[in-house]
T-cell receptor, first 114, second 111 residues
Framework: DSGVTQTPKHLITATGQRVTLRCSPRSGDLSVYWYQQSLDQGLQFLIQYYNGEERAKGNILERFSAQQFPDLHSELNLSSLELGDSALYFC?????????????FGPGTRLLVL | TQLLEQSPQFLSIQEGENLTVYCNSSSVFSSLQWYRQEPGEGPVLLVTVVTGGEVKKLKRLTFQFGDARKDSSLHITAAQPGDTGLYLCAGTMEYGNKLVFGAGTILRVKS
């Protein structure tokens, strides 16, 4: 158990819909990272938040957005969903703001868009 | 095109055999990490290497960072069925704060 929690574990929705994925980092960790893992693209970095502020941005689509709240939990919002958005979405956390630090990954949310 | 190229993509071996997984790039990385991921779970960090030429050992696993910090390898001695999983290399470049992952190597160790 990494100490990072993600909800829900599974999500099935339809194209055009909007979903919210939630992540609670390990106690004491200030950074939250979001990743997307699919068969064709592998594990791709989406976005990082550090202590409530956006720190780094990766291959995140404009239809996707994230935020980190004062209690440090984070949410990833995916809107106007397409079939190709079906993937595993992982959240990771680390103590500081450097991506090279040890990142602890949650169990992931499996999203299926029908 | 992947910034980090991993090979082989898939490896199926018998228990007790040795194996090496490679992670190569044309870019320089300030640090390189290796993760192991099991089905239904998130990746778990095995090791971080930061110095060119660095070698780290973790029980039967040996990790090496290339002198030019463009490549890395993971060697497993006497593989066991419990080593089965997806092995991912990931790196942070000298300028930037993103972790870039390779496509991964699926390892299956048969008893």
């Amino acid at each position: 158990d990494s100490g990072v929690t993600q909800t829900p574990k599974h999500l099935i929705t339809a194209t055009g819909q909007r979903v919210t994925l939630r992540c609670s980092p390990r106690s004491g960790d200030l950074s939250v990272y979001w990743y997307q893992q699919s068969l064709d693209q592998g594990l791709q970095f989406l976005i990082q938040y550090y202590n409530g502020e956006e720190r780094a941005k990766g291959n995140i689509l404009e239809r996707f957005s994230a935020q980190q709240f004062p209690d440090l939990h984070s949410e990833l919002n995916l809107s106007s969903l397409e079939l190709g958005d079906s993937a595993l979405y992982f959240c990771a956390s680390s103590v500081g703001g450097l991506a090279s630090e040890t990142q602890y990954f949650g169990p992931g949310t499996r999203l299926l868009v029908l | 095109t992947q910034l980090l190229e991993q090979s082989p993509q898939f490896l199926s071996i018998q228990e007790g055999e040795n194996l090496t997984v490679y992670c190569n790039s044309s870019s320089v990385f300030s640090s390189l990490q290796w993760y192991r991921q099991e089905p239904g779970e998130g990746p778990v960090l095995l090791v971080t290497v930061v110095t060119g030429g660095e070698v780290k050992k973790l029980k039967r696993l040996t990790f090496q960072f290339g002198d030019a910090r463009k490549d890395s390898s993971l060697h497993i001695t006497a593989a066991q069925p419990g080593d089965t999983g997806l092995y991912l290399c990931a790196g942070t470049m000298e300028y930037g704060n993103k972790l870039v992952f390779g496509a991964g190597t699926i390892l299956r160790v048969k008893s």
